[in-house]
């Protein structure tokens, strides 16, 4: 296929991030409509927890099937099939009278995600010119990375005013778009279909995998009251995964070719990748409650203290991207690695007292990070691989971005939740700060982790002379 930056490449790319755009803004949309959604259905926060739990195992589950999905449909079929399945999930939630229908609609959404994110990727692997890869791959980590920025803000304002069917209601004219978008600008490419048998064995592992360790992580943080809830998920997924990676190379047709993490560089990028994928969720996740509980603040302004940070991070995707077309990997990505640093150590010093001055600076800083880091370390350790295993990086990408979802913020939670049940402190204040300090810790420490693989996956490599 001949590489040219035209409308219609740059439509289609919008068309399938429109998709992956629409399910994150509802995930975090959705946590601030949790305790209206257990008044109205009368359940309680574990079970309304399944709302975003449902959604990011079914989407994980799908994404190992992209190699397979892409080699198999053509990229058109693929995208139909993926829109109208998030139109039915929308629809199903919008008129929602019980809670198990409003966790099928975001498990149908759930599906229709885990073809549209690898699907935009593939594109613009595929299609780019190649000088123009990292400023594409930015714009479609851009298109992700906007929707947690509006998702809360947009969640407390459709809340508050409409009710929170609307959130659903809203997207769907979104969707339409996308589809309408797809359809003109999407072509089926038949002559690069190829039909080839399923990988059934290492399907069902890969499943048993991500079902096993994400329902383990789920309950974390009752490990101390049901140690069994805990453990039995987690070595269902850890034996499923051994026997995926066993079948996988001892197989001619695997479901995903994971011989490309032999590729050292490719490794230590995607696991940095995930690093900072649950540096972004456990923030996520601690400010918030922090504006809440200790500055006694509504949602809707902790939404919007951390809505600048997002849309710096956001616009900060493209422009990394045009750097590393520009003056390569290392520049941008070290770059941005020093402002997550930075941004670490400020919320250690000061989560005593983290006022929305500081959130609002604070999070600027480390979101300006996260976009220098996250399109250009994926953009560039699957330029590590082969042509014809950037299907497989994708995934793998992809899979490593759903899984830190599924289980980063379980972690933050479940570390946070047993200091607050062993602090010193007696008001309820008190010990979310004592849990905050420890949470902040420990992610600028697995921060530093990352920022040392990145180092490493960027360093150039030394030639003989």
């Known amino acids: 296929m001949q590489r040219k930056l035209d409308a ?3 439509c289609s ?4 991030g429109l998709m992956s755009f629409s399910g994150v803004l509802i995930e975090t949309a959705g946590n601030v409509t949790f305790p209206v959604l257990m008044n109205d259905f009368h359940v309680n926060m574990a079970t309304v927890q399944w709302m975003t739990t449902g959604y990011l195992l079914v989407a994980s589950i799908i994404m190992p099937l992209s190699a397979y999905l892409k080699r198999n449909f053509s990229s058109r079929k693929l ?3 993926a829109a109208v399945l998030f139109i039915c999930g929308l629809l199903i939630d919008a008129v929602a009278n019980q809670f198990i229908f409003l966790v099928l609609g975001r498990v149908i959404q759930g599906a229709g995600a885990g073809i549209a994110i690898p699907l935009m990727f593939n594109i613009i692997l595929e299609r780019t010119p190649l000088d123009k890869i990292g400023l594409l791959m930015g714009i479609g980590t851009m298109i992700t990375a906007v929707a947690p920025a509006l998702g809360p803000t947009f969640g407390g ?6 009710g929170w069917r609307y959130i659903f209601i809203f997207i769907i004219p979104v969707m339409i778009i996308s589809l309408i978008m797809g359809l003109t600008s999407i072509t089926g490419e038949t002559g690069q279909v190829k039909h080839t048998k ?3 064995v290492g399907f069902i592992s890969i499943a048993l995998t991500f079902i096993g360790l994400i329902f383990a992580f789920s309950n974390l943080s009752t490990i101390l009251q049901k140690p069994l809830m805990f453990i039995s998920p987690l070595v269902i997924g850890v034996i499923s995964l051994v026997v995926f990676i066993k079948h996988s190379l001892n197989t001619s047709n695997p479901l995903i070719n994971i011989r490309v993490f032999k590729k050292t560089k490719f490794t230590q990028g995607i696991t940095a990748y995930f690093i900072f994928q649950v540096n972004t969720l456990g923030l996520s996740f601690i400010l918030p409650n922090y504006v809440q509980i200790v500055n006694h603040s509504t949602a809707m302004t902790a939404g919007l203290l951390l809505l600048t940070g997002g849309l710096v991070g956001a616009i900060m995707s493209p422009i990394s991207g045009r750097l590393l077309d520009n003056y390569g990997a290392q520049k941008p990505i070290m770059t941005g690695a020093v402002f997550e640093i930075i941004g670490g150590l400020l919320y250690c ?3 005593s007292s983290l006022t929305s001055g500081k959130i609002i600076l604070f999070y600027a800083i480390t979101m300006l990070g996260i976009g220098l880091v996250m399109g250009d370390t994926m953009t560039a350790s699957i ?3 082969a042509e014809s295993e950037n299907t497989d990086g994708n995934g793998l990408f992809n899979m490593a971005q759903q899984f830190a979802g599924a289980v980063g913020t379980a972690i933050i939670s479940a570390i946070m939740q047993f200091v607050e049940q062993t602090s010193s402190q007696t008001s309820v204040t008190g010990k979310y700060i004592a849990a905050a300090q420890v949470g902040l810790i420990f992610i600028l420490m697995i921060v ?3 920022v040392y693989l990145l180092y490493a996956a960027t360093k150039p490599v030394k030639t003989k002379e």
């Not at 790319?13 to 399938?16: G, R, W």
């Open 383 to 385: 330029g590590q691989l």
């Open 349 to 351: 010093i000061f989560a």
């Open 8 to 10: 219609k490449l740059i």
């Open 157 to 162: 304002l459709v809340v508050n005013t409409l």
């Open 198 to 200: 399923l990988d059934v």
């Open 79 to 81: 995208f139909v099939t």
């Open 13 to 16: 790319i919008f068309a399938a």
């Open 448 to 450: 530093l982790i990352g």
